[in-house]
């Protein structure tokens, strides 16, 4: 498992960050990831949607075929 990353933790990520990658580029790359970050959740919403829409379609043939057997 992951340790817990504290206040100290995160300010010394950024740190590293800031100069690794510089001021100028840092407001580019948050943006960057926000965007990566928003698509991908779409995306995975999308697939559990289509996912559970199969689940409702084949329910409800499930349902259908036991209604027809049962009048017979």
Known sequence: MMPNIGISGLIIILVIALIIFGPKKLPQLGRA??????????????????????????????????????IN
């Open 33 to 70: 990831v926000g965007e990566t970050l928003r698509e991908f959740k779409s995306s995975t919403k999308n697939i559990v949607d289509d996912v559970a829409d199969d689940f409702k379609i084949e329910d409800s043939k499930e349902s259908k075929n036991e209604k027809t057997t049962n």
